[in-house]
């Protein structure tokens, strides 16, 4: 594993913020009551931000920001209104699928992942 230091851009950004707030989310769902659901996001989200700067996690940038996805995704299906805000999960959710789009250059946007 060795850690490469990134071109800070606004893709770097966009997938720093977003993983973040997953990891922010799932310690606040740990403290909830979705631990199990909480506790998975939080290993996924911590080994998505390290995928970021190092090289040699296992599974990948894309693939873990994927699953970070659908994890968020669950969790807000499964969130009671009751219990916490939507608002940071959403931001999360849509961060990451911003840089899922943008990342591999699926979409080529000049000054954003040209």
Sequence with gaps: MTFTIPVLSLLLIIALVGGILALIDGIAQ???????????????????????FFAG???????????????????????????GSVWLPLIALILLIVWLVLGPHNIVIPGINA
């Design 30 to 52: 740990v403290r909830g009551h979705a631990a199990i659901l909480g506790i998975v996001q939080i290993i996924v989200a911590a080994l998505f931000i390290l995928s970021l």
């Design 57 to 83: 996690i296992p599974f990948g940038a894309i693939l873990l920001a994927f699953v970070l996805v659908l994890l968020l995704i669950l969790g807000l299906a499964f969130r009671s209104t009751a219990r």
